[in-house]
């Protein structure tokens, strides 16, 4: 079965970096585009970036662009994100997620568009 695993979440003050991944299992990571999303206390979950299957094509939320970096690496069945100048207001929980369709050549930000999701991770960006 599908499996997604994330870690790299923690405590970290404002203006410092995380690195979070997501390890994919029971699907063909290769053939699927993957995302994050966020989740922060009494807000619905909002998209932050996507990444194409090949790594060719990337999207960010107006948020995140110029801090965030989406990355994967397919022999590892593995997607990052790269997260510098944090503030305390990147505070959630992160989770990735597979698009829903495989080869999905244009940007999906819909939580609706992904099938499977990993339990998250926490970031918490301290002041």
């Known amino acids: 079965q599908v499996q997604l695993v994330e870690s790299g979440g923690g405590l970290v003050h404002a203006g410092g970096s995380l690195r979070l991944a997501c390890a994919a299992s029971?699907?063909?990571?290769?053939?699927?585009?993957m995302g994050w999303f966020r989740r922060s206390p009494g807000k619905e979950r909002e998209f932050v970036a996507t990444?194409?299957?090949?790594?060719?094509?990337?999207d960010y939320a107006d948020s995140v662009q110029g801090r965030f970096t989406i990355s994967r690496d397919n022999p590892k069945n593995t997607v990052y994100l790269q997260m510098n100048s944090l503030k305390p207001e990147d505070t959630a929980v992160y989770s990735c997620?597979?698009?829903?369709?495989?080869?999905?050549?244009?940007?999906?930000?819909?939580?609706?568009?992904?099938?499977?999701w990993g339990q998250g991770t926490q970031v918490t960006v301290s002041s």
């Open positions: 997620a597979v698009a829903a369709a495989p080869y999905t050549w244009s940007t999906r930000r819909d939580i609706r568009d992904y099938t499977y």
């Open positions: 029971g699907f063909s990571f290769s053939k699927y585009r």
């Open positions: 990444i194409t299957w090949s790594g060719g094509s990337l």
